[in-house]
């Protein structure tokens, strides 16, 4: 669930996690995963054909009449409610300017998102299956079923979203200097989710052992 303390702003969980205050009730777990899943149609894949920008971002507005026309329980949903979402996104998927929002991955859309590109590590991770590593480290890495190719900014990471293909993914590294320096331009999408047109297969290794998710310590 979503509340908000007044001293400390909004938080995911049962009392504020810096003063230990009830806080005052915002959204329960079952209207943030709905609302999720309607913000992640419409600023990922265009769903209900919203006004929406080259960028990527659409009028809250127009999504909270959206959710309230497909919901009518939900009309008492304003501003704020989709600010306290998107604050307590432990993923940083979402992204607020003014008053419109946008999803900062996970597009299946043609945008042009002005990722920032500064600071980017020397390497990045991507997951892969038995089946397909050959070919990805033949003839590199291509956008498939999203508009550009997701990287992770750990191993573990990349373990993690790679997980939902495989139960035991294969990890690859990306050399981000030589990407960079090939033209490839790479932005920080989310806190541990980079994105790039492409990845060519020079750029390609098998994640170092040390670098093994199953290594590290909780």
């Known amino acids: 669930m979503i509340k908000e303390c007044d001293e400390h702003g909004y938080f995911r969980n049962e009392s504020c996690p810096v003063c230990g205050e009830e806080g005052k009730f915002l959204m329960s777990d079952y209207e943030v995963e709905k609302m999720g899943r309607l913000?992640?149609?419409?600023?990922?894949?265009?769903?209900?054909?919203?006004?929406?920008?080259?960028?990527?971002?659409?009028?809250?507005?127009?999504?909270?009449?959206v959710?309230?026309?497909?919901?009518?329980?939900?009309k008492w949903l304003r501003?704020?409610?989709?600010?306290?979402?998107?604050?307590?996104?432990?993923?940083?998927?979402?992204?607020?300017?003014?008053?419109?929002?946008?999803?900062?991955?996970?597009?299946?859309?043609?945008?042009?998102?002005?990722?920032?590109?500064?600071d980017i590590p020397a390497i990045l991770y991507y997951p892969t299956t038995e089946e397909e590593c050959g070919a990805l480290m033949e003839a590199g890495i291509f956008p498939t079923d999203r508009a550009m190719v997701h990287l992770s900014a750990t191993a573990r990471d990349a373990f993690r979203a790679g997980s939902v293909r495989s139960e035991d993914p294969i990890i690859l590294a990306v050399d981000t200097v030589g990407c960079i320096d090939a033209g490839i331009e790479i932005g920080k999408a989310a806190?541990?989710?980079?994105?790039?047109?492409?990845?060519?297969?020079?750029?390609l290794s098998i994640a170092e052992e040390e670098d093994d998710p199953e290594d590290e310590e909780d």
């Open 67 to 74: 959710a309230q026309e497909r919901n009518p329980r939900m």
């Open 39 to 65: 913000m992640a149609g419409i600023l990922r894949h265009g769903k209900y054909d919203l006004p929406m920008d080259g960028q990527g971002f659409v009028d809250i507005r127009d999504i909270i009449a």
């Open 79 to 118: 501003p704020h409610h989709i600010e306290a979402l998107v604050e307590t996104d432990p993923k940083g998927r979402y992204q607020i300017s003014g008053s419109d929002l946008r999803a900062t991955y996970g597009h299946t859309i043609e945008l042009d998102l002005k990722l920032p590109t500064d």
């Open 191 to 203: 806190r541990t989710v980079y994105l790039c047109d492409q990845v060519p297969s020079e750029f």
